[in-house]
């Protein structure tokens, strides 16, 4: 892979804040000084050109173009707004039609990070791709199954407004940090947020205070805290 290239992937399902949290990573970056490319999701552009949205035949040319904005960058940072993947994960979920699922996970291994949404904003009508809150929960299940399938490791982002933003810089400082320790020195702006994680957690540790969920992106940790909680459940019932 090309060191003088980081590339951050944001997925999730619709509605989720993949694009103005791209721009939002995007503007912290440049103020750093870095070089910053945004990729913007090729399926809004193709509806909004078309008026109207895909057919199953058509599903892999958007992949394809979704994939080669990103992978022709070759230099600086580059966030992508979505990945090939989830055109493969809607097109399972509406059309049953599976076979775009190798190529996908293909590129998206070679994603330096890789940041799912959390369910945990409001469903807002935008655009002729949004089918409804009713689909998130399902498309957001497919998505972490088809990851965990793959071995390609992830990191879970909640929170609201300027949490949220909080949360995605503390994913990439620690996420790239170990992939890329060269880059350490370059990701020393974000020490403060992190700082502030390590903070809260001693003070948990201590019983001094509780632990912010929405500040935490490990998809293990989170699958552990809501298994206890369905356990918990189950036996009040």
Partial sequence: MNTEVVRIALLG??????????????????????????????LREWCDAQGRTPLQHEQAAIAQQQAQRTFDIDSGWVI??????????????????????????????????TLVMGLDIAWVPDGLQRDGAHVREPIDAMLRESLRS????FKVIYGQHESRLDATLMAIQEGIHALRADLGLRLASFKSAQSQREGAQFGLNQGKTAWRCDLCSDADCEHRLFSDLLQAKGSVN
């Fill in 13 to 42: 399902a619709e509605s989720t804040g993949k694009t103005s949290l791209s721009l939002r990573i995007a503007q912290t970056l440049q103020s750093l000084g870095l070089s910053v490319t945004v990729v913007p999701e090729v």
């Fill in 80 to 113: 992508a707004d979505t990945s090939p993947l989830m055109t493969a994960i809607y097109s399972d979920f509406i059309f049953q039609d599976k076979s775009l699922y190798p190529e996908a996970l293909a590129y998206q291994a070679q994603f330096d990070l």
């Fill in 150 to 153: 793959a071995n390609i490791p």
